[in-house]
């Protein structure tokens, strides 16, 4: 019976930790991309990811998160477009989701969260999220 009442124990104890730990994974994750932001909903304060320009993020290692300002000059196809800044161009992967709808135009100033897309020959980002500065 005792062994039975420790086993019990042991086993509420466990479940009791891994209801806490996906209690705190899911808190941890409340804060909304600046997508959703812009789309009515999340969170809107302070983020980790610092504001760079495009040429320090051309510094940064690859899959380095990245938020950058500038303006879409073109499109270059397949979801590619060339967004310039004071410091330089930047190659950007911009898939049709993180669009939501909106029409941009090359005098339109944008802020793009994201991860720096790297390899041997050339350096690249990929937008999570894109919002419109006013």
């Known amino acids: 019976m005792r062994k039975l009442l420790i086993i019990?124990?042991?086993?509420a104890a466990i479940a009791a930790f891994q209801a806490t730990a996906a209690q705190?994974?899911?808190q941890a994750t409340v804060a909304a991309p600046a997508a959703v932001q812009a789309a009515?909903?999340?969170f809107n304060g302070p983020t980790s990811v610092p504001l760079v320009t495009i040429a320090e993020a051309r510094k940064l290692g690859d899959d380095a998160p990245v938020r950058v300002r500038g303006h879409i000059l073109r499109s270059?196809?397949?979801d590619r477009y060339e967004l310039k800044d004071a410091t330089g161009?930047?190659?950007v992967e911009i898939?049709?989701?993180v669009w939501q709808g909106r029409?941009?135009?090359p005098s339109d100033l944008v802020e793009i969260s994201g991860e720096v897309d790297k390899d041997l020959?050339?350096?690249g980002l990929e937008a999570e999220s894109l919002v419109l500065v006013p």
């Open 8 to 11: 019990t124990t042991s086993l």
């Open 24 to 26: 705190g994974e899911a």
């Open 40 to 42: 009515g909903g999340g």
């Open 76 to 78: 270059l196809g397949d």
């Open 89 to 91: 161009l930047v190659k």
């Open 95 to 97: 898939d049709q989701e």
């Open 103 to 105: 029409e941009v135009k």
């Open 121 to 123: 020959w050339k350096t």
